[in-house]
Every structure is written in structure tokens, then in C-alpha cells.
């Protein structure tokens, strides 16, 4: 069942502002929804019905998953979405039995683990979203329109609204003041407001990077009919800091494959077939390789580059202005190889959801300190997924950076977790429950799951495969 919200708890009369039409600002567009009277959704792109990538979506047509604790986000917020995204095409995977993991030298046993995901390319998915947050009462659309700049209150303290420019049609160029009670920046990495927020008076934002330089190459293939594979999806990733590459192919709408091969510290792929099939044959684990070697693709690889992971800490601010907030990659892009991008957004959407129901309890109509607020839930939920990507990037020594704090001990433990999974299925479940963001990472040093890996694991139940 989706959240409800009583006509009284809303903040009657109101106007949020979205800057930024993608995931993260449709699912902040879903849950203003619920609050405010009216959301404008501003979107520099055009945006149809179609199932074509966007300009401003450059990743838009490479792989991208959906982890499970994503699913169940989007089932709160939209009841009907998986059952569209199955009968759309979509396939549901149990994140075990229906795949081959090659991970860390290793390959994972293979069992059903009830731990069910959904593959679709991103297209399709933003698309069912879109088509929803659209739908909703109050919720009005202007695309094709820059955001250059804020407005603000007398004293600076207050965000009033966003300055917005028209990029195309009769009055391109022209300039507008979108006024609204909170604004939401979800414009994802190219967002510019520490600049607009810095002009204002209110200092730097301090910012986390470290340089990752990932690449990788998707291509798109036909399923062949009978599939003879005795699991429906693979993902490959080598053995760090030893092997920099990462691969994986999984089913999409349409009877189609999606195949992507990467590779992290410049180690990328070739985008022409011949290079891209190689690079297959060089992947620490021959399995994609046995699966493409004679699939028809269906058009040429498309590559994409993803150089830092990088994060700004606005609740570190001293001071933060009231009617504004900050959420997806505007807040945090993290590698994107973890596939936590789409969750974690979802994830920072349901905070805000829970700072505004707050609110509204505890002062009424005003929305003086909800921005503060906000934020520094939004970095206490995006601490796990940065800590989970870290921890792993920070295995290659050519990556610089501050380091986790222990992040020596927590390699050893989590190397010993990746080898223990292979052989014991207990182990494996939990690992996979926190790779999915069922759990927090704390759940793989519980007695007895730190127990089974210290005694390298005990052998998978009858009726498991590899």
C-alpha cells in the first residue's frame, strides 16, 4: 500500500519548485505531491512520452539497476508500477538463483533467495515514472527551460524561488521568476548552487571526492530463442586491486539483452565490435564472453565516462537557507557500478517525505527549519551508500583520497565475506541483502554471520548451484 496523507496535514496553498526532471526529481516530485498544492517540475530537456534517451541524460542508455530495496520504494510511492514494468517487458530476477555471479575470484553459490529484482533499461523506467508524477493532481510541467539562478528573501535567509530561462520556441532566451515555498534541486551533477548559494553569503560547500575514472560500453543484443544459458542474467566483477574490470548482461523489454562491459583507473572499454568482444574474451571470468560470442547485436556499443565520485555536504553549512533542498546527484553521484544510484535517491525522497510530515506536526503551516533539517537526514541516509562504494573503490591503492576510517581491517573482513559466499549460503543471503539495501552493512558483523565467515564458511545446502 502507497503512503496516504490526510487533507489536513498538507501545507494548503503552497507551490514547491523541482529543478531537474530525472529520477531523483520525479520521486521528490511524487512526494511534494502529497504536501504542497501545486509542484512545478522544471526540465532543461523536452520531454515527451517517448521511450528515447534524453540529451541531458548521457548514462540514459547504459545498464542500470535497480536494486531491491529501489523496487520496494517504488511500489510504496506508485502501487502499480511493477505490475506495468512486468507487463511492459520487464523481468523480474532473483538476485541468486537467476544469476551467475562472478565476484572476487569467486563464483557465488546460487540458490533462491526471495530476494527479487527487476531489470528494464532506464528509458522504459523513467518513463512509467514520468508518466505518473505527470498524471498527478497539482503537479504542472515546464520543460525546455534552464534554471540560472535564485531568488531570495530581503535578508538572504529564505529561497523564494528560481530564475529560469526559456531554451527554445518563440521567447527563447527570454527569463522568468518561478516563486515557490521550497525548492528543490535535483539537477543532478551539473547543479551550480554551492556557486548561487556561495553568492548569497552563505560560504563554501565542502565537498568529498576521489577520482575513479570509471568507463564502460553498453550494447544491446537479441535474446536468442531457445536460451540454452541456465541462468537468465551475469555480472562480472575482477578482483581487486589485481583486475580493474567489471561486466554483466542482463535481460530487458522487447526479448533483448543489455550488455555492458567497464573498467575502472582508465582501464576502458572499445566501442567498435571487434574491441568490445575482445575485451569480453579478457574478463576475469569467461561467462559473457560464452554468452555473446555468437548473439546478434542490434546497433553499436555506446560509451560513457563517469571520472569522480563526489559528494557536498550541506549539512555542514553553519548556516543553510529556509525553502531549499538538495537531493540525488546534485547531493551525491557515487561510482556507478554499485547500481545504488536510483535507490539512494529514492531513499533521500522518502527523508523528505518524513522531514515534511514532521514538520507539518510539530509547527503547523510554517516551514521555517525544515531545509536544515533535511539535509542532514539526507547525509545520514547517503552516509551507508558512499561508505559501501568507498570501502570497495579504495581497494586500489592508485586511487586517491581519504580513506574510511579502518578501511583496512573492513577490506580484509569483507574479502574474507566475498570468498565464504561461495560456498555458504547463510553468509551469502546476508551479503546480498546488504548489497541490495535490505539491511545496513553492520548486519554482515552480526555473531552469527561473523562467526560462519571467520570459520571460512560451511558448505551450501543441497540442491545450490554454481
Not at 178 to 205: F, H, N
Not at 406 to 421: A, F, K, N, T
Request: some cysteine; charged content about 25%.
Amino acid at each position: 500500500m502507497g503512503r496516504t496523507i490526510r487533507a489536513n496535514e498538507r501545507f494548503g496553498g503552497r507551490r514547491a519548485i523541482v529543478i531537474g526532471g530525472s529520477m531523483a526529481g520525479l520521486l521528490a516530485t511524487r512526494v511534494l505531491s502529497d504536501h504542497f498544492d501545486e509542484v512545478l517540475l522544471v526540465e532543461r530537456d523536452k520531454l515527451s512520452d517517448s521511450n528515447e534517451a534524453r540529451k541531458g541524460v548521457p548514462q540514459g542508455r547504459q545498464l542500470h539497476a535497480l536494486l531491491k530495496r529501489g523496487v520496494n520504494i517504488l511500489d510504496e510511492l506508485f502501487p502499480d508500477i511493477v505490475a506495468a514494468l512486468l507487463a511492459g517487458g520487464g523481468q523480474a530476477l532473483d538476485v541468486s538463483a537467476d544469476f551467475r555471479f562472478y565476484h572476487f575470484g569467486v563464483e557465488k553459490a546460487r540458490f533462491p533467495s526471495g530476494i527479487t529484482a527487476i531489470s528494464t533499461t532506464r528509458t522504459f523506467l523513467e518513463r512509467e515514472i514520468r508518466r505518473r508524477v505527470l498524471a498527478l493532481e497539482g503537479v504542472r510541467c515546464l520543460d525546455e527551460r534552464d534554471a540560472v539562478g535564485f531568488t531570495a528573501s530581503e535578508d538572504r535567509s529564505r529561497i523564494t524561488g528560481v530564475r529560469v530561462k526559456l531554451r527554445s520556441g518563440e521567447g527563447a532566451g527570454t527569463e522568468e521568476d518561478l516563486l515557490g515555498d521550497l525548492i528543490v534541486d535535483a539537477a543532478g551533477r551539473g547543479s551550480v548552487a554551492p556557486k548561487w548559494l556561495e553568492k548569497l553569503g552563505y560560504g563554501a560547500t565542502e565537498e568529498s571526492m576521489y577520482k575513479i575514472d570509471v568507463g564502460y560500453a553498453t550494447r544491446i543484443y537479441r535474446r536468442p530463442e531457445p536460451i540454452t544459458l541456465p541462468y537468465k542474467a551475469i555480472f562480472i566483477i575482477g578482483k581487486a586491486p589485481e583486475s580493474r574490470r567489471l561486466a554483466g548482461l542482463f535481460p530487458i523489454e522487447d526479448g533483448r539483452w543489455i550488455s555492458f562491459v567497464g573498467g575502472l583507473l582508465g582501464d576502458h572499454p572499445p566501442s567498435d565490435s571487434a574491441g568490445y568482444l575482445d575485451f569480453v574474451r579478457d574478463l576475469p571470468s569467461d561467462a559473457l564472453y560464452e554468452a555473446l560470442k555468437d548473439a546478434e547485436p542490434l546497433g553499436d556499443a555506446v560509451t560513457y565516462k563517469f571520472p569522480t565520485n563526489r559528494r557536498r555536504h550541506y549539512e555542514r553549512l553553519e548556516r543553510f537557507p529556509d525553502g531549499f533542498a538538495v537531493l540525488g546527484d546534485s547531493l551525491c553521484s557515487f561510482n556507478p557500478i554499485y547500481g545504488q544510484g536510483m535507490t539512494t535517491a529514492g531513499l533521500v525522497a522518502l527523508a523528505l517525505d518524513d522531514c515534511l510530515r514532521e514538520q507539518r506536526r510539530r509547527h503547523g503551516s510554517s516551514i521555517r527549519g525544515l531545509s536544515k533539517r533535511f539535509q542532514a537526514e539526507a547525509a545520514r541516509v547517503t552516509d551507508v551508500p558512499w561508505m559501501m562504494a568507498a570501502t570497495e573503490d579504495f581497494r586500489y591503492p592508485e586511487v586517491q583520497g581519504k580513506r574510511p576510517f579502518g578501511q583496512s581491517i573492513m577490506e580484509w573482513y569483507l574479502g574474507r565475506v566475498h570468498q565464504v559466499v561461495a560456498r555458504d549460503i547463510q553468509v551469502e543471503l546476508c551479503f546480498l541483502r546488504v548489497m541490495h539495501m535490505l539491511e545496513p552493512p553492520t548486519a554482515l558483523l552480526a555473531p552469527t554471520i561473523l562467526a560462519r565467515v571467520l570459520a571460512g564458511g560451511f558448505p551450501r545446502a543441497r540442491g545450490a548451484n554454481v
